[in-house]
């Protein structure tokens, strides 16, 4: 069973930069698993990101940008504002039509 | 602008079935491939089922294969998810995504509580 990985919980200064990572339980992230990244706010429906890496969805602000950094899939959120406080998920393509989700990870700004 | 709608959500007791649908509207229906993602109360996303722009085959997570079952109807830009054999364990809100791989919209989700 394959589990995608994630930290459950950072914190950033405001204006500061964190870079949330998605990993794999075994093995590494690549591009040919297309991770994309999802912000939710409680009560709120996801918002994607990022996608196929690297690429920002429309109307994302350019201080979200999406990499591989060593063997997983990397989020970097530069001069952190108070309203990036939310949950980040990552998603990876496992071929044959299937997605796997990581944990989650909780961002405080603070 | 890109709008998906989820509905048919509520409560059902376990072993029931229930039937979501998801009406979407700002783009072209028939060209995406589309997804329905749960999340249960206070838990994290969970990816549940696929299906590609043309219909022709279905995917799902382990977790559901053989209960539930997604279609479209490209005529109508409606996603559906058929859910059978509930259980308690299904109780989430499901969103309908548009197209992960290229960057999807989601739905608000519509909320499914399996109890007796």
């Known amino acids: 069973q394959t589990v995608v990985t994630q930290e459950p919980s950072f914190s950033v200064s405001p204006g500061g930069t964190v870079t949330l990572t998605c990993g794999l339980s075994s093995g590494s992230v690549s591009t040919t698993y297309y991770p994309s990244w999802f912000q939710q706010t409680p009560g709120q429906a996801p918002r994607t990101l990022i996608y196929s890496t690297n690429t920002r969805s429309s109307g994302v602000p350019d201080r979200f940008s999406g990499s591989i950094l060593g063997n997983k899939a990397a989020l970097t959120i530069t001069a952190a504002q108070a309203d990036d406080e939310s949950d980040y998920y990552c998603a990876l393509y496992m071929g044959s039509g299937i997605w796997v989700f990581g944990g989650g990870t909780k961002l405080t700004v603070l | 602008e890109v709008q998906l709608v989820e509905s048919g959500g509520g409560l059902v007791q376990p072993g029931g079935s229930l039937r979501l649908s998801c009406a979407a509207s700002g783009f072209t229906f028939s060209s995406y491939a589309m997804s329905w993602v749960r999340q249960a109360p206070g838990k994290g996303l969970e990816w549940v089922s696929g299906i590609p722009a043309s219909g022709d085959t279905t995917y799902y997570a382990d977790s559901v294969k053989g209960r539930f079952t997604i279609s479209r109807d490209n005529s109508e830009n409606t996603l559906y998810l058929q859910m059978n054999s509930l259980r308690a364990e299904d109780t989430a809100v499901y969103y309908c995504?548009?197209?992960?791989?290229?960057?999807?919209?989601w739905g608000q989700g519509t909320l499914v509580t399996v109890s007796s």
């Open positions: 995504a548009k197209d992960i791989l290229t960057g999807g919209y």
